[in-house]
């Protein structure tokens, strides 16, 4: 096993390398430039004028999951958790992505609803509203802040250039695209960002395997390591909260799989977003399941490599060396020849340009739709609008850089994401999926239930971070903060429906399961009817082959 310092990351690039990072950057900026030729309204810009295909907009919706929190984070989590940490996508993820499409977004689409908090005033009243606007506004500045820190540091050790650089130069390439082309820029680079993202990796994947003797070598390799037998496990040893997770099958199932997964794919307006640019409905419903089958198998390039990581490197994650964010910038260290590095660096920049696109793409809909015009000035020509949507998107990226270094008091970034997570998404996830499917539920009783889950998520988690609560580690104290956002506002929403008066079935229809909106036309097109086009059964072939993956791993 090799021993690094930080300042082992210094990766040799030449001209080769940075000619190809030149290249990404152009045609990156080239797409933005094109794309705005078709703004025409502010749906064109802030919804992709509702016209494109499920394989653009399911890619579109992978890509923007897959950042550099995504890539660097699970590496990371694999490094420090071993195979446990696939139940963040096969349990994680896969489940919400198919309830999505096959449930949730027709009420989105068909509602013709800009966001996410648009449709919380619809269902439930302005205030509700206008708090969950605020509340996303926030959290997608600060996991934008996570993306930027997260590339300047990686750029800092691999190329050597300052912090301040890295940040600046990332942050005004995400910045060209989405101002200039709005959401179909952030788009049609996700869906390139993608194919980039996952070249840059594989190498990395195939020459570690062949480093370590294969699977089998990795395995015995893992055994070997701290996390020993465990980290080759996934639910064997959950029965307690013995494993390298320290969580037990509750917290993996309810808060992982229940709370957190949902709340995140469901009502996250960052990844919505996409699907309500697709052409018509049934679109819009394929749009997140297209996005889960490939999300089955990213496991293979961060995983893996983060364990690969972590037989070749002996002191990963120990006081004097590298972070566990460092995983896969070390092996693209060891492994990769010039000309392959470059493909490697531009896929990770590719990586966090996806992430912090649909961060931004998706706090200037808010602000512009549910804050300014919803509660601040909704009086004006829809010119006005798209010009303020790119002075938000400005003023978001400025934002980001500010609260980057927030994550610097995480050696693991995803750790802080899922935290933010259990405040931001779990209590609105209850608040939403009560009133999807309790029409007796109360305007007021939306309000009160986000806010006291809110609360109740910062109750459980800020004593842990303080060292009066023990909750073993980072992740599992997520799991059980989100699991009590999610309690508390579910009872608090009872409560007060119990005692406040509803909203007329006639406000409803559209909004609230089994009241249908009468006034709804079919917009199927030719061959959506066909079974390959049919959310339910290629939604079924993804839970299918999300169980059956676990299989080899139990």
């Not at 210094?10 to 940075?18: G, I, P, S, T």
């Not at 068909?110 to 302005?126: D, G, I, T, Y």
């Not at 370590?212 to 996390?227: A, C, I, N, W, Y």
């Not at 060292?467 to 903060?481: C, I, K, M, P, R």
């Amino acid at each position: 096993m090799l021993a690094l310092a930080p300042q082992d990351l210094r990766l040799d690039v030449n001209a080769l390398d940075y000619l190809i990072l030149a290249l990404y950057f152009a045609v990156v900026v080239g797409i933005g430039f094109a794309a705005r030729r078709a703004i025409r309204s502010s749906s064109d810009f802030f919804l992709a004028g509702r016209a494109l295909p499920a394989w653009i907009t399911g890619l579109a919706f992978v890509s923007a999951n897959l950042g550099a929190i995504e890539i660097l984070g699970m590496a990371a989590n694999g490094a420090q958790y071993g195979l446990m940490t696939v139940h963040y996508y096969w349990i994680g993820a896969i489940p919400a992505m198919v309830f999505l499409g096959v449930v949730m977004m027709p009420f989105y689409y068909r509602s013709k609803v800009h966001s996410v908090p648009e449709f919380l005033r619809r269902r439930f009243n302005p205030a509700t509203q206008l708090f969950n606007a605020i509340a996303f506004a926030v959290a997608q500045v600060l996991i934008a802040g996570i993306n930027l820190y997260a590339l300047a540091l990686v750029m800092e050790a691999l190329l050597g250039w300052p912090l301040w650089l890295s940040v600046i130069v990332s942050a005004a390439i995400v910045l060209a695209y989405i101002t200039l082309g709005g959401l179909s820029s952030a788009i049609y680079n996700e869906v390139m960002q993608f194919f980039v993202i996952i070249a840059g990796l594989v190498p990395v994947v195939v020459l570690g395997l062949v480093r370590v003797g294969g699977f089998e070598g990795l395995g015995q390799k893992v055994r070997e390591s701290v996390l020993g037998e465990g980290g080759l496990h996934t639910w064997s040893t959950t029965a307690s909260t013995d494993n390298p997770l320290g969580a037990s099958w509750i917290g993996i199932v309810f808060g992982l799989g229940f709370v957190l997964s949902f709340g995140y794919w469901t009502t996250n307006f960052a990844e919505v977003q996409r699907g309500l640019s697709a052409r018509n409905t049934n679109a819009a419903r394929l749009t997140p399941i297209v996005a889960a089958y490939p999300k089955l198998l990213i496991p293979v390039v961060t995983v893996i490599p983060g364990l690969v990581a972590l037989v070749l490197f002996s002191n990963l994650g120990k006081e004097g060396g590298p972070a566990y964010n460092y995983a896969i910038p070390l092996l693209m260290n060891e492994f990769l020849p010039n000309g392959v590095l470059g493909v490697a660096v531009t896929g990770l920049l590719a990586s966090f340009m996806a992430g912090m696109a649909a961060n931004i793409s998706g706090f200037n809909t808010v602000f512009t739709y549910d804050i300014w015009k919803g509660h601040v000035n909704g009086d004006k020509p829809d010119e006005f609008y798209v010009r303020l949507g790119r002075v938000a998107t400005v003023g978001g990226v400025v934002a980001g850089i500010g609260t980057a270094f927030i994550a610097a008091g995480f050696s693991n970034i995803m750790n802080y994401l899922q935290a933010l997570f259990a405040f931001f998404n779990a209590p609105l996830f209850a608040t939403f999926i009560i009133g999807l499917f309790w029409k007796r539920m109360t305007p007021w009783a939306g309000f009160w239930g986000i806010i006291a889950g809110t609360l109740a998520a910062f109750a459980v988690y800020i004593p842990y971070r303080a060292g009066v609560l023990d909750l073993g580690t980072d992740l599992n104290a997520s799991f059980v903060a989100a699991g009590a956002a999610f309690a508390v506002d579910a009872v608090v929403s009872v409560v007060i429906t119990l005692v406040t008066t509803p909203k007329p079935e006639e406000e409803l229809r559209g909004l609230v399961y089994g009241l249908t909106d009468v006034d709804l036309k079919d917009d199927s097109l030719a061959g959506d009817r066909a079974w390959y086009r049919s959310p339910v059964i290629l939604g079924s072939g993804a839970l299918v082959l999300a169980a059956a993956f676990y299989l080899p791993f139990l």
